[in-house]
C-alpha cells in the first residue's frame, strides 16, 4: 500500500481519498499542531476519530503523548480503542535517548495486542531493533537522513534487505517528505510505504507541460467542434 498522507487536515485527506491514491494516513503532534488541533487530548481524540471514520479500512497513525513507560503503555491502549483502523506512534526512544520505548513497543505489541508505528528513527539499525521488538510499521525520516548528510535511499535499501532476510514481518514507511522526487526514489529503494505532504502530492501530479498539452487538445478540439464555414 505505497502512499500514505502525512496531514491532519481533513478537507486535504478527503480530497486525496476521493482521487483513491492514498491508502493510509500518518499524525503526529506537530503536523496536528499545524493543522488546527487544539484542546489536549481530547481535541487529538476528536480529529483522530474524524479522519479514522473518514479513511476506514485504511489505518491511521496517532502518536503518544506521553514519556513513562507505564503511561504509554495505559495511552496506548486508550487511542487504539478510539477507531479499529487506528495505530499507535511511539518513538525509538525518549528525548534523552531512555530506552523504555522498546519496552513499551514489544509490549503492547506481543501483550496487549496494539499495533505499533516506531517513529522518528534515522537509520536502518534503529528501524531493524524496532522490527525485531515486533512493531507492525517502522517510520524513516528519509528528509531529515538526508538534511544530517546521509543518503537516505541507501538506509532504506539496508533496512528492506535485512527485514527480508530475517523475515521480520515490518513494514517500511519513510516520511519527512522534502521533495517530489522522494516518493518514488524511496519506493524504488526498498520502502513498502512512503507518507507524503499534501503539497508534494499536488506537486506530483501537476505537470506545467501536461497543462500546456491539455490547453493545446481543447483549443484544438473548439475548431474541430465548430460549424464548418460554408
Ligand atoms: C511521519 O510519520 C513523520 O512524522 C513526518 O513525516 C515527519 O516529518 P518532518 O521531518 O517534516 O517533521
Redesign the pocket.
Known sequence: MPIFL?SGKLNEIEKYLKMGIIRGV?T?P??LLKDGVTGGIAGIKNRSIEIAKMISPYPL?VEVTKTDKAAMITQAKDIAQWSENINIKITIHGPEGELENLEAIHELETKHDVRINA?AMMSAQQCFLAAMAGATYV?I?G??VNNMGYNSCGEIAKLRNVLDQFDLKSQI?V???REVLNVIEWLEAGAHIV?VMPDLLNAMLVHPYSKETVKMFLNDAKKVEEPPHL
Open positions: 502525512d500518518t503526529n506537530t503536523i497513525s517513529t517510520s525520516f528528509g531529515r514507511i516520511g519527512s517528505t507518507t
